[in-house]
């Protein structure tokens, strides 16, 4: 079956003619993210020439996806927009709260008893308002909008930062905050800057052990983690054609990973392979007819891309290596020739502990086939691991052919453990079973991201990121220094054996096949469903509205926080155990930021969720949300300051939320991570970057901030940063902003919402 194909439809009847549009209006021959950005624009009416990386644009995507720990407080904001039924095809998907124990069944199990509340909830709100629900256990977000929702030249938003993995299937598919999701299915149009456009020419073929996860590993280390912010990467070149659709998706998926808005491919015959293979011949053939004046980029295009695209990357998959990145950051990229030099020079604990593979980045058929085919060669060759070794297929679908085919019984042979079919490790969801949860130690695996204590709530686990078949070999070698190109492995006997590059199939020969999807229609008429929030619940909380701004400007506000270095949305809003909170605004404000570190640590105090409240006798310091408690009861407000790519990693909109609710007014950073900048101002708190990025060294640990110009604000113009000095001496500079008019009617508001329910209810 095809969800929403007259949409579908409609898109393709109309993409031609507004490609062609979009051509003439721009003067120019166009790359295939303009095509889709384009032809997607709110008001048709206007076609203006955009300036990449300067012009906000508004937008009308196809369809918003959602998983269930974004989508409580993201449809928890949306029953106050006072619609009926949501303006787009909407899903939610139940993946992120399944924590990965002692095995699928017995995980799911009690997941389903733990979570019952937040179920009930997520299915009754789905049913009311039209929404399809995907039940815990169907699969992973990611992987199932690929296998049933991802089509070729559309656009959706979706709440988690890996939504690009649609990219795929040649969609533009972006990880936003829940109050941009609100909008979109309250109907209004949802803003963007317009990205820039970085172009990866792909040439030759992946052979051997190189996997389309090394394209992105490797490109990791070319842009960093900041790279490619606010831009769009698009693939190009004769290469895209010999990687499969799922290969693809690995790809966009870990874009995210270089703060890309998102990234695709040109449609190609393995895309229109993957939707017949998914029951979706009908959207295969709607897109071969528009494929090549639609769904790749113009001839002009590939033929002098440095014309075209901001930056021009090339990449020879034919040379590629298998890479290794890690740890504690996924653009710390080494080819695995230059890796086991370097492990030990650095000292890495060398001894492997868990290996894990899948997650939403690399739990596709294609992938399965192609670590078991290790796996099952370490069977023959009379090996098993040396490692816990973790498996997670990526949706029921996947499971259910994966287990027909004989793949779990190939794991499970040489000791793998099969997880349920969810984010689990990968997102911290992971009750791992270890004899001390605080030393230094190595684990690898196929997921996306490795920040400190991400997957195991350990900061001294060195995470490694690689593809499944080499975490597969190296787990069957127990050490990170295993590199399966060049090395051998002592059998029982002792004798050495070399493993096999592996192979794999990229559609399963006899077809998917699944018994139940794990699928849930909503009502079509929703108006005696009745939302499921228990009053007394500690897990869902309804919203009230936040304040708004009261015409004045910022004066005796109090650092809350000065942090230092890396400052992602899971220090600032950690994820594991706390996950469960994600309804519930005030029992979730209390790890706001308790991951940060502090500027201003010393010796003999906590570096992190320990900061000064000057407000009481003495040197009186505190957990971070404990301060901010303080403040607020006091009728302070107060600033956080940061460095570099603030907000980095997840689309989680809790980060910005806790702060808000508890009375921080503005965060004055060096610079934002894009999605956590929107965040911030869709929930009216001021987002600012230091004019002079040296001034962040100015601000001491029990300063008093005002912010002067709000009364003034406006696009483009600075506003000052006065800082009062316990010794009684001030200091000022500038700080600017990115905030467009609309954005300053957010602030003025409150929130976003706060202005769309105003609209709604005029």
Known sequence: MTFDIE?????????????????????????????????HLADDTQRPVFRRGEDYVHFAPDRVAMQDATAQMALLQFMNAGRERVAVPTTVHCDHLIQADRGADVDLAAAREVNREVYDFLSSVSNKYGIGFWRPGAGIIHQVVLENYAF???????????????????????GVGGADAA????????????????????????????????VILKLAGILTVKGGTNAIIEYFGPGTETISATGKATICNMGAEVGATTSLFPYDARMGDYLRATGRSDVAELADGVAASCLQADATVLEHPERYYDRVIEIDLSTLEPYINGPFTPDAAAPISEFVRMAREKGYPERMEVGLIGSCTDSSYEDMTRAASVARQAAEKCLTVQAQYIVTPGSEQVRYT???????????????????????????????????????????TSFNRNFAARNDGNPKTHAFIASP??????????????????????????????????????????GFAVNDPGYQAPAADGTDVTVVIAPDSQRLQRLEPFAAWDGEDFEGLRLLIKTRGKCTT????????????????????????????????????????????????????????????????????????????????????????????????????????????????????????????????????????SILGLKDFAPGVPMTVVLQHADGTTESFEAEHTYNELQIAWFRAGSALNLLSKKTNA
């Open 570 to 705: 899971d220090h600032i809003s950690m994820a594991g155990p706390w996950l469960r909170f994600r309804g519930h605004l005030e029992n979730i404000s209390d790890n706001l930021l308790m991951g940060a570190t502090n500027a201003f640590a010393t010796e003999g105090r906590d570096a992190v969720n320990c900061v000064l409240n000057p407000t009481l006798p003495g040197q009186t310091y505190d957990k971070v949300s404990a301060v901010a408690k303080d403040y607020k009861a006091k009728g302070v407000g107060s600033i956080v300051v940061a460095q570099e790519n603030y907000g980095e990693g997840s689309s989680r909109e809790h980060a910005a939320m806790e702060p808000r609710f508890l009375g921080v007014k503005a965060v004055l950073a060096q610079s934002f991570a894009r999605i956590h900048e929107t965040n911030l101002k869709k929930q009216g708190i001021l987002a600012l970057t230091f004019a002079h990025k040296a001034d962040w060294e100015k601000v001491r640990e029990d300063d008093t901030i």
């Open 402 to 444: 994966a287990e027909r085919d004989g793949l779990l019984r190939d794991f499970e042979a040489i000791g793998g453990i099969v997880m349920a079919n969810a984010c689990g490790a990968c997102i911290g969801q992971w009750k791992r079973h270890t004899d001390d949860s605080t030393r230094a130690n190595s684990i690898v």
């Open 469 to 510: 078949e080499v975490v597969t070999a190296m787990t069957i070698a127990g050490r990170i220094t295993f590199n399966p190109l060049t090395d051998t492995i002592p059998d029982k006997e002792g004798k050495a054996v070399r493993l096999d590059a592996p192979t794999g199939r990229e559609l399963p020969a006899a």
């Open 7 to 39: 949409m579908i439809r409609r898109r393709y009847a109309t993409m031609p003619d507004g490609v062609d549009r979009a051509r003439r209006t721009t003067g120019h021959a166009l790359t295939l993210a303009e095509k889709i950005l384009l032809t």
């Open 183 to 214: 909008d979109v299915m309250a109907g209004m149009a949802w803003e963007l800057k317009m990205p820039r456009i970085i172009g990866v020419r792909l040439t030759g073929r992946l052979g051997g052990w190189t996997s389309p996860k090394d």
């Open 152 to 174: 070729p030249g559309g656009m959706m938003i979706g709440t988690d930062s890996h939504t690009p993995n649609a990219g795929g299937l040649g969609m533009i598919a972006v």
